[in-house]
Structures are given as C-alpha cells and as structure tokens.
C-alpha cells in the first residue's frame, strides 16, 4: 500500500466520524428524551472539528504551527470552564435540596 492509498482511507475514516459521532449523540438524547446540554455541545464540536483539523493537515492545507495552535484553541474551549459548569451544578442540586 502506498502512502496516498493509506492516507486517502485515513481521511475517509475520519471524514466518516462527522455524521456517525452527530448521529450517535442525536439518537443518544432523543431516545433519552434529553437537550443538548453543555457537554453534549462540546462533544459535537470535538466530533466536528478534530476530524476536519487532521484532514486539512494531512492534505497539507494547514502548516504544523497551525494545527498545534488549533489543537490548543480546541483543548482551551474544552477544559475552559469545566470546573465552574461543575461547581454551578452541584450547587443547584443543593440548593434544591434544602
């Protein structure tokens, strides 16, 4: 196998990942009658974005400094507040308690 042949399957694995990850998490919260919350939220744009990200890479569209500075932005708008949603979260359950 060729490197092209193996990167054109990597591609379409990844590119595969977009609508089977939004179906996945779509059947997910209708079957369990549920919104799309925070997490869900961003579990769709790691869904959608990470595959699209290595793609452009692999095709060459983007430069390495690129790819690391969209990785970090990607990892900063997940871990950012985590411990805040958290935190907000148990409170309510709380304060719903007393």
């Known amino acids: 196998m060729d490197q092209s042949s193996a990167r054109f399957w ?3 694995i ?3 990942t977009v ?3 939004i179906s996945l998490i779509m ?3 209708i079957k369990r009658e549920m919104g799309l919350g925070v997490r869900s ?3 769709l744009a790691i869904v959608v974005l990470l595959p699209m990200i290595f793609i452009l890479a692999l095709e060459g569209i983007l430069a390495g400094s690129a790819v ?3 990785f970090g ?3 900063g708008y997940l871990f950012t507040n985590i411990g805040k949603y958290d ?3 148990g409170r309510g359950a709380r304060e719903g308690s007393d």
């Open 10 to 12: 990597i591609e379409v």
């Open 14 to 16: 990844l590119a595969a």
């Open 19 to 21: 609508p089977v990850g």
């Open 27 to 29: 059947i997910h919260r």
């Open 41 to 43: 939220i961003q579990f």
């Open 68 to 70: 690391g500075a969209l």
């Open 73 to 75: 932005a990607l990892i």
């Open 87 to 89: 935190e907000a979260k």
